[in-house]
């Protein structure tokens, strides 16, 4: 008899509840860790192609503000538009739209782009070197805005995008800038 006494507690009394509270409780636990997975994936994925639709974005307004430039110097015998007017004299007429003026990393700006101030009132056909001579480019200063480097803004991930008076686009640091030529 104190066999099967002893044994009683040993298996009765557990068996009945544990093994279920137990799997729910791992099948909780692989949920639980399922999730943070994928949600924590999902996150960085998001985050990743967000940046990369920005910088995509961009490079696109930039694109499209060189090309904008370049139409106006060609409807002007060459001549480049006034430094500290360029967003009303280039690419609300040509470019019908503000939209090209947004920088997807600077939303809250009306512009984040500047041109390059020593350029205004030049004449494009008369500059050397146009591939290496920055035109506009990712800056603070709000709209209209012109200068050189000290306005530029490297805000997609330690890059920001220089459009030059050829029409390319290439993003840059703020180390490379030295290399450029602000003033031709
Ligand atoms: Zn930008």
């Given at each position: 008899?104190?066999?099967?006494?002893?044994?009683?507690?040993?298996?009765?009394?557990?068996?009945?509840?544990?093994?279920?509270?137990?799997?729910?409780?791992?099948?909780?636990?692989?949920?639980a860790i399922?999730g943070l997975v994928t949600c924590g994936?999902?996150?960085?994925?998001?985050?990743?192609?967000?940046?990369?639709?920005?910088?995509?974005?961009?490079?696109?307004?930039?694109?499209?503000?060189?090309?904008?430039?370049?139409?106006?110097?060609?409807?002007?015998?060459?001549?480049?538009?006034?430094?500290?007017?360029?967003?009303?004299?280039?690419?609300?007429?040509?470019?019908?739209?503000?939209?090209?003026?947004?920088?997807?990393?600077?939303?809250?700006?009306?512009?984040?782009?500047?041109?390059?101030?020593?350029?205004?009132?030049?004449?494009?056909?008369?500059?050397?070197?146009?591939?290496?001579?920055?035109?506009?480019?990712?800056?603070?200063?709000?709209?209209?805005?012109?200068?050189?480097?000290?306005?530029?803004?490297?805000?997609?991930?330690?890059?920001?995008?220089?459009?030059?008076?050829?029409?390319?686009?290439?993003?840059?640091?703020?180390?490379?800038?030295?290399?450029?030529?602000?003033?031709?």
């Open positions: 008899m104190r066999g099967p006494l002893r044994a009683q507690p040993r298996y009765a009394e557990p068996l009945p509840v544990t093994p279920g509270v137990r799997r729910l409780g791992w099948y909780a636990l692989g949920l399922a994936g999902g996150a960085l994925l998001g985050f990743g192609a967000r940046e990369k639709w920005r910088k995509l974005q961009c490079r696109g307004n930039l694109d499209q503000i060189a090309l904008l430039t370049i139409m106006y110097s060609g409807d002007h015998d060459g001549w480049l538009p006034p430094a500290g007017t360029w967003c009303d004299s280039v690419v609300i007429p040509y470019g019908d739209s503000t939209r090209w003026l947004r920088c997807p990393s600077a939303r809250r700006a009306p512009c984040g782009y500047a041109s390059n101030a020593s350029l205004g009132g030049r004449n494009r056909g008369k500059i050397d070197r146009l591939e290496s001579v920055p035109l506009e480019y990712d800056a603070t200063g709000g709209w209209n805005a012109a200068g050189g480097p000290e306005l530029f803004a490297p805000r997609h991930g330690g890059y920001g995008y220089i459009a030059f008076a050829d029409g390319h686009v290439k993003q840059q640091r703020v180390k490379d800038l030295d290399t450029l030529i602000w003033n031709p």
